[in-house]
């Protein structure tokens, strides 16, 4: 395939972003003293992935093992019990990009309130899991990519007709478990090819109305709400476990499941099945909650307190199963809030908050022994054993979109403040997911989805962003290369003058097959050549002769802009952060500055 090639440079320090390289071949016995250190070359490699080191006459692989402080995030709200609170330890706040892809050519603009671009993205095995819209509300595609480098391993046309929701899709375990739309059984995909595994017709098809339908999996088990029924299914061998239904076949909604005290929680709802539930914050007027018994589905108890009012989160903790319905835009106006004793169901207390102008809660979680739920400007805590509401920390401006989620150090709240322990927060307004989506931690670093909002100006994109420290800027007398490899001194730089202001003339290219044709303007030397066109990957530029013939070529070491023509001489801006001056007759390369601050190079799709 392409490559590109780097020189290594009398810096010591590999040009890749940290975690970023699968694999990495290094002889550093012919490298001699400019070899890089071995902890250097374990710095870029993934984990997951290995080097292939030659020293001292000899071959040897080093695999680099997955740090145990990195976590997976397998569900929209984290894993089985619903609770979206990471245990990674090494997700802090961002400095930089990892990688990006700019899945989802939406356009942006208007106030595209309510529609949620992404069912979220999941995160398993080093693969990041996820749908994007390719063209339009109607055209959704699913797909997976490497979770360190965001390099695609592959892509599907969904059968959703608008869009998957939440708890349509859960992955572990090498494999991704989805409803592939309406009518569809639940199918197991292999997660590094994409192709199905197998079928569980015992879970049912997918209803019509699909929030009749939600996913978990625990311990290698499938728990199924398919409209008034639960199954627990075996998902390597799809055998049927065990069926729950409601003695008054009500539906049943928003199942969790806590492995560590092998119990399952539902709402009972007595709504009829065409019914929406809020569908950004889905949640659902309940009859009951009822505990079951995880080996069997034996009831092993039924809080009828709770009828009446609405429910769409169950988290269970121990002792306590709190309850939660959101209240706000794309919420609904009843909002509510609850401790259940674990043992028997008994409410310990419950309360509401108001939805006034700016005023709503969206989602709640457990962290520290407490109960937290946000709105658009704060985060509350409720104190379990009394229901006490107490506000904890208040941010500068309205960041109603975003679901809060968590880790065992920072809250992620709005758009986006990183909340520390001690409720204090540096607040990076750089990205954020879809709407109701949150920021997802996992491996170390935190990944957000597409959106078509407006609220700020932003990245877009599938985005993962790092922690990785910025690296100190390269010293000047290091930045400018003539050709031969020559550095040259910055006053000497330029072999003609900058181009002045009427010259620097844009030009248009379009996509035409596999290239991407252009006119480059400026004021070239007579009989050079000024018709181009760009490789479809943006990195290679031809030179065209007046027939549309390849003059030459230049390869980048990254996608390579709009040229320039001044002189004699074609002026590139490049990715891979140089400036390339290149003699307009043959294409050689005259010399090329590194403008960019450093020289890390991540991903970009």
């Known amino acids: 395939g392409f490559a590109a090639v780097w020189e290594l440079g009398n ?3 590999l040009p890749y972003a940290d975690n970023l390289v699968n694999a990495l071949i290094a002889d550093l016995d012919a490298l001699g003293p400019a070899a890089p250190t071995r902890q250097e070359i374990m710095r870029v ?8 080191i030659r020293s001292s006459g000899r071959w040897e692989s080093v695999p680099k093992p997955r740090p145990p402080e990195m976590d997976d995030w397998t569900h929209f709200d984290y894993d089985a019990t619903g609770n979206a609170v990471s245990k990674d330890r090494l997700v802090k706040p961002p400095r930089q990009l990892q990688w990006i892809s700019g899945v989802q050519p939406m356009i942006v603009g208007g106030n595209p309130a309510g529609f949620v671009g992404s069912s979220g993205v999941r995160l398993s095995d080093g693969k990041v899991y996820s749908d994007w819209l390719s063209g339009g509300k109607d055209s959704q595609r699913y797909g997976a990519w490497d979770a360190f480098n965001g390099i695609p391993l592959w892509s599907r046309t969904d059968r959703f007709g608008g869009r998957r929701l939440y708890y349509h899709s859960v992955a572990a375990d090498g494999r991704v478990f989805q409803f592939t739309g309406e009518g569809s059984p639940l199918v197991a995909f292999d997660g590094r090819s994409g192709v199905p595994l197998r079928e569980y017709e015992a879970a049912g098809k997918l209803p019509r109305n699909g929030g009749l339908a939600c996913l978990r999996y625990t311990d290698g088990k499938l ?38 005290e092998q119990r399952i929680y539902a709402v009972v709802s007595g709504i009829k099945d065409d ?15 009822v505990c079951l018994d995880l080996k069997t589905g034996r009831e092993l108890w039924r809080c009828r307190e709770v009828a009446g009012k609405r429910v ?8 306590s199963v709190a309850l939660f319905a959101g209240g706000g835009i794309g919420a609904g106006k009843n909002p509510f809030y609850a401790n259940l004793r674990a043992s028997d169901g008994e409410m310990q207390w419950s309360g509401t908050f108001p939805t006034e102008w700016n005023r709503a809660g969206y989602s709640a979680l457990w962290r520290d022994g407490a109960i937290f739920y946000a709105d658009p400007w704060k985060i509350f805590r409720l104190d379990p054993k009394t229901g006490e509401e107490t506000h904890v920390f208040g941010s500068s401006y309205n960041a109603r979109c975003m679901r809060m989620c968590a880790t065992r150090d920072y809250f992620f709240h709005g758009f986006l403040a ?13 990205a954020r997911s879809a709407c109701a989506n949150s920021a997802f931690p996992a491996n170390g670093l935190l990944y957000f989805t597409p959106n078509t909002c407006r609220c700020f100006t932003m990245l877009r994109g599938l985005l993962c962003l790092t922690a990785e420290p910025l690296a100190d800027p390269l010293p000047d007398a290091q930045r400018l290369d003539r050709a031969g490899g020559h550095t040259v001194r910055h006053a000497t730089a330029a072999p003609h003058p900058p181009p002045s202001p009427d010259k620097n003339l844009l030009v248009e290219h379009w996509r035409a097959g596999s290239d991407i044709p252009g006119v480059a303007a400026g004021n070239p030397k007579t009989g050079a050549p000024k018709r181009y066109a760009l490789s479809a990957d943006g990195q290679r530029i031809f030179a065209l002769d007046d027939s549309g013939k390849r003059s ?34 043959t294409g050689s390369l005259r010399w090329r500055f590194h403008a960019a601050p450093y020289r890390p190079l991540i991903s970009a799709h």
């Open 552 to 585: 030459w070529t230049f390869t980048g070491g990254g996608r390579i802009g709009t040229p320039l023509i001044y002189g004699g001489n074609w002026y590139l801006g490049c990715r891979d952060g140089y400036v390339y001056a290149l003699d307009g007759d």
């Open 45 to 52: 490699i993934a984990p997951g992935g290995f080097a292939r």
């Open 223 to 260: 728990l199924v709400a398919n409209r008034s029924k639960l199954f627990l299914i075996d998902a390597a061998s799809g055998k049927l476990i065990w069926t729950f239904q409601d003695p008054s076949e009500s539906l049943l909604f928003f199942p969790v499941a806590d492995a560590a």
């Open 418 to 430: 990183y909340v520390d322990k001690n409720f204090t927060a540096e607040l990076q307004s750089v």
């Open 275 to 289: 019914t929406r539930i809020e569908h950004r914050w889905p949640n659902s007027p309940a009859e009951a909650v």
């Open 312 to 319: 769409g989160q169950i988290l269970p903790n121990g002792k």
């Open 11 to 13: 810096t010591g320090r």
